[in-house]
């Protein structure tokens, strides 16, 4: 029986709130592929407290983490605008990151960071976890075994915003495709007083949306729409991503996380559309873990489509049972641990991710020039937002 890998030595390098809810948890759920070694905080207070609830030595000065605890990892979890900087310096530190999303806000941010990481031989993966989630990988498994042929359009319908939006349309375009060109409309609306969500509080809100045609060289097109309010407004419930093909089309019908995949080819004779039934399985009768995503085609060819979910119990009872997102950013930092064990690419990785941000600032860039085309790839150094 062959040895198993030893576990990778992982740092967290920051105390966001997902440092202790969500990247903890994964790492300590996962002991024969890493091991949480340290945590890195700003200040002594944030650190300490990030270190007493995970169970790990904690520090505010990184060198000293690095030489005293020997990681291999870095999870850079920090506050929004920070990505970044700390990004950056947790590479010149010399570990093998994943970093939160976006990359950076800055193009030239970013390509500072995979410069840096070249120079070293050091891998980044990102924490875009939505393409990984078991709806959206199943979806890549049917597009890839070519039952809906070749995607001529795909749409983010206020299925993510910003970064993750974006990356979702290109997701059924393929990541390997190229896009040339971005026009974009950003746009401010007064909203009527509602309760939000994430504020706790009922108040007139401004709306703002934004709007974006990708053009791809190939001539297909990527079509994004966002409005920042789409999270926690009741007044904006709707969420959807689709896709339309050469022999179908795939939608995502959602109010909020309440979605349904709506997926469809041509019924024998031509003449009405055959509907894809997706099975979710899991390890008991009764509920349990997901063991796998199972698409029911009623193609005589490619009768069944599966994606099996890489985390699902060894034994029964015996492992994580997680909820479809935390499944996804798992996902993100097995494809770095993969990538570092192997010498290879994580499966996503800095370039996608920035190309990811990339359409984004040229959506915003578009619209302060009137709405004229910007083409790809962009001068880092014209980014003004």
Not at 38 to 47: H, K, L, T
Not at 231 to 249: C, H, Q, T, V
Not at 281 to 293: F, H, K, N, T, Y
Request: charged share 20%; hydrophobic share 40%.
């Amino acid at each position: 029986m062959p040895t198993p890998p030893t576990p990778l030595r992982v740092a967290i390098i920051g105390t966001a709130r997902r440092s202790d809810y969500l990247y903890g948890p994964i790492l300590h759920a996962l002991p024969r592929e890493v091991e949480l070694v340290a945590v890195w905080g700003r200040s002594e207070a944030s650190a300490k407290r990030l270190g007493e609830s995970l169970g790990a030595p904690w520090y505010t000065d990184l060198d000293k983490l690095v030489r005293e605890t020997a990681p291999q990892i870095g999870i850079v979890s920090v506050t929004y605008a920070a990505n970044g900087e700390v990004g950056l310096m947790a590479v010149e530190a010399g570990l093998h990151v994943l970093l939160e999303t976006p990359i950076a806000h800055k193009l030239s941010e970013a390509d500072a960071i995979i410069a840096a990481a070249e120079q070293r031989g050091l891998k980044i993966e990102v924490a875009e976890q939505f393409h990984r989630r078991p709806l959206e990988a199943v979806k890549l498994k049917l597009l890839a075994s070519g039952l809906f042929g070749t995607v001529h359009s795909a749409f983010n319908d206020f299925a993510g915003h910003g970064y993750h939006g974006v990356s979702v349309m290109r997701s059924y375009l393929g990541f390997d495709a190229r896009p040339v060109q971005v026009t974009g409309a950003v746009k401010e609306y007064p909203l009527a007083a509602h309760w939000s969500r994430l504020r706790n509080e009922t108040a007139p809100r401004t709306e703002s949306q934004e709007h974006g045609l990708i053009e791809y060289e190939d001539g297909r097109l990527g079509i994004f729409h966002w409005t920042n309010v789409g999270y926690d407004s009741p007044l904006r419930w709707w969420r959807s991503s689709r896709f339309l093909a050469e022999k179908g089309m795939g939608i995502t019908v959602g109010v909020g996380l309440e979605v349904q995949e709506w997926l469809s080819t041509l019924a024998p004779g031509g003449e009405a559309p055959r509907f894809v039934t997706l099975e979710r399985r899991w390890e008991r009768v009764d509920g349990g873990a997901l063991i796998a995503m199972v698409a029911h085609t009623g193609d005589a060819d490619i009768p069944i489509v599966t994606w099996e979910n890489p985390f699902r119990p060894r034994k029964q009872g015996h492992g994580p049972d997680w909820q479809d997102d935390v499944i996804g950013v798992a996902g993100c930092l097995m494809s770095l641990v993969e990538a570092v064990r192997t010498d290879s690419d994580p499966s996503y990785g800095p370039l996608q991710a920035r190309l990811d941000q990339e359409i984004i600032v040229a959506i915003r860039e578009s619209s302060k020039q009137g709405g004229q085309p910007v083409s790809l790839p962009m001068d880092p150094a014209s980014q003004t937002v």
